[in-house]
């Protein structure tokens, strides 16, 4: 069985969209709701409806995508009025959330607080707002932000973290998630502000930022497995881990399980193949644990070997 939970909330199978490609409008979700997605997670929401950032934005590449979005949603009374019909697929719904300002992230975590929806996942890892900085770096900021938000509600909370890529960032970041009542982390986001340049055109793929944009797909597995395993080494136990970052198959699924991931999210994939991919996904995964002789998702998570 591919059953599993996030937060005390159950989750009929493994694999759910990421927060970000096809997730934006009800349309969208709805097709979501209809998949054999574990959950429905929603585009990141902003207090106002936004655009999002000048085209060309978004490039698929040999192994992933880069892109610069800029926060396009619908904004958040958007998101809270439709959260009872999306409850009506009967899977969970994940609110993601993306305030421009802490203030914001407030306001919206009280509303959401006030719906029906099943877990907060508050994104501090947004790398294509300019001159907005990632939260996810400034571990003051971290700080400073869960004292806030974690008094506005019961809900299960979990944030979406940036990539780390030096071990005493893993360790200051687990000690102070360690301090908070959060549910679960969501990790990674896009490695952001990576550059792609198009030789033949001797220009950026994308247009915002002046080419600037978050990496995505098969590029950034190996950082996603092991920002997943060096958080599930520090964090209590009743921290839950969701695993994105490249998974495009079960055996990708499979290993971020390895790594302490108690259900994974895809982005990419899911843009580059619709949402098809979930039950193809979850299909692999299922089909590797029985070869594998293994029961269940859970005997499996967290169970890397040591050499
Ligand atoms: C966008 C990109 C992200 O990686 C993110 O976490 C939130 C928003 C975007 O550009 O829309």
């Not at 305030?99 to 790398?127: I, Q, R, W, Y």
């Not at 003051?140 to 509600?153: D, G, P």
């Amino acid at each position: 069985t591919l059953q599993s939970s996030i937060g005390q909330v159950t989750l009929d199978s493994y694999v759910m969209n990421a927060s970000g490609p096809r997730c934006s409008s009800a349309e969208e979700l709805h097709l979501i709701g209809r998949s054999n997605a574990a959950a429905i997670v929603t585009k990141s929401c902003t207090i106002l409806p936004r655009e999002g950032n000048a085209e060309p934005r978004y490039r698929d590449l040999e192994l992933g995508a880069i892109q610069s979005m800029g926060l396009p949603n619908l904004g958040y009374n958007a998101y809270l009025d439709l959260v009872p019909e999306l409850l009506e697929h009967n899977k969970p719904v994940v609110v993601s959330i993306s305030g421009l300002s802490l203030a914001d992230n407030e306001t919206m975590v009280k509303a959401f607080d006030g719906s029906d929806a099943s877990l907060l996942e508050v994104n501090f890892s947004c790398p294509n707002i300019a001159g907005k900085p990632q939260t996810a770096y400034d571990f003051e900021q971290v700080e400073n932000s869960l004292t806030r938000l974690c008094s506005l509600t019961d809900k299960p909370l979990g944030i979406k973290l940036a990539p780390y890529f030096d071990m005493s960032h893993f360790d200051s970041m687990a000690e102070i998630l360690n301090r908070f009542p959060i549910a679960f982390i969501s990790t990674i986001n896009s490695i952001g502000n990576t550059l792609i340049i198009d030789p033949q055109t001797e220009r950026a793929v994308i247009k915002p930022k002046g080419g600037f944009g978050g990496l995505c797909g098969q590029y950034v597995k190996p950082i996603g497995l092991a920002n997943v395993h060096a958080f599930r080494q520090r964090l209590r136990d009743d921290i839950d881990i969701v695993g994105v970052g490249g998974i495009y198959n079960g055996t990708d699924a499979f290993e971020y399980a390895l790594a302490g991931a108690s259900a994974v999210q895809v982005a990419t994939s899911f843009q580059q193949q619709g949402e098809g991919c979930f039950q193809r996904i979850n299909d692999e995964l299922a089909a590797l644990l029985e070869a594998k002789g293994y029961a269940s998702i859970k005997e499996v998570i967290g169970q890397l070997k040591a050499f």
